[in-house]
């Protein structure tokens, strides 16, 4: 007789399971995330295993971009402010440059502190081989495709979020521009409850 109470209480918490269901487009199996190393707004080697136990939000950007990548920063942006807190703490937001050329260290710095950015993300550069491992691991496109006689290019580049749960694995993709800050930062709570 005792069965149909905990019968209703388990499909109340299936309904409320889905109901809270991830966002993004999850990456199934989940696998492990791609080790890498660089360097960051402040000159100091990072790896993104240094984020164990923490979620990890990853996309892809570079400093002279026009478009596309002012739009996810400001979207990384507002995925921050949702989280409040927990960013550092439970989250890290991560950039990781397509254009090692012109971002350098201090470049990204700059970026990173005009934004008010500077201590609440990390801003990744490095030597070419470094970034072209990264982007191949991750299935990132980069493709200078355009250049004027005064050294000025742009570079098209596949624009992503990825996200990396506390275990250091792939679980969610945000593709484009134009999702939902408020929906990343519903899916980065959802797994840092994991």
Request: net charge negative.
């Amino acid at each position: 007789m005792r069965v149909y109470p905990i019968l209703a209480i388990l499909i109340l918490i299936a309904g409320c399971a889905q109901q809270q269901g991830f966002k993004g487009v999850p990456l199934s199996p989940a696998k492990p995330a791609p080790d890498f190393t660089l360097t960051n707004q402040f000159g100091e080697r990072v790896s993104l295993s240094d984020f164990r136990g923490r979620v990890v939000v990853i996309s892809f950007l570079y400093t002279s971009c026009p478009t596309v990548c002012p739009a996810i920063t400001q979207n990384f942006i507002r995925a921050m402010d949702e989280l409040g807190d927990s960013v550092g703490r439970d989250v890290v937001f991560v950039a990781v440059s397509v254009d090692p050329e012109r971002d350098t260290v201090e470049r990204v710095r700059e970026y990173s502190e005009k934004r008010g950015l500077l201590h609440r993300w990390q801003y990744l550069t490095g030597e070419r081989a470094e970034l072209e491992k990264v982007w191949k691991d991750y299935n990132i496109y980069v493709n200078v495709s355009w250049r004027d006689d005064y050294g000025n290019y742009l570079v098209d580049h596949t624009a992503t979020a990825i996200i990396v749960d506390k275990e250091g694995n792939l679980r969610l993709v945000y593709p484009g521009i134009t999702w939902d800050p408020k929906n990343l930062a519903h899916d980065v709570k959802l797994l840092m409850r994991e």
